[in-house]
């Protein structure tokens, strides 16, 4: 518990910023992956999707859907992991979490071994 905790959701316009952030108190030896998943209204845990990811050796992967619009970074020092989401569009409504686990990026939100309680995103048009 409390291993990442989210903040900076809320609601804005289409087209407005957001700003997420993620502080994480779970420490890693070795490769590990963090990432941005969310899921949207009336959905199911099992359809949780990937927005973005980071893995400990900087290589990052968006999911198609973000076209350029959404930027993952992390901080070491602070261990903050952070979404900066620019354009968004009412359909990228939905709670968003952040994820961890050791070793390689992994597809499936089910392979990840820690999760935040989310934060909720509204995009109004």
């Known amino acids: 518990q409390g291993h990442l905790v989210e903040s900076g959701g809320g609601s804005v316009q289409a087209g407005g910023s957001l700003r997420l952030s993620c502080a994480r108190s779970v420490r890693f030896y070795g490769r590990y992956c963090m990432g941005w998943f969310r899921q949207g209204p009336g959905k199911e845990r099992e359809e949780r999707e990937g927005?973005?990811?980071?893995?400990?050796?900087?290589?990052?992967k968006y999911a198609d859907f973000v076209q350029g619009r959404f930027t993952i970074a992390e901080d070491n020092a602070k261990y903050m992991l952070t979404l900066q989401m620019n354009n968004v569009k009412p359909e990228d409504t939905a709670m968003y979490y952040c994820?961890?686990?050791?070793?390689?990026?992994?597809?499936?939100?089910?392979?990840?071994?820690?999760w935040g309680q989310g934060t909720q995103v509204t995009v109004s048009s």
């Open positions: 927005v973005a990811r980071i893995e400990s050796d900087g290589t990052i």
């Open positions: 994820a961890a686990r050791s070793g390689s990026c992994a597809d499936s939100w089910s392979l990840y071994e820690y």
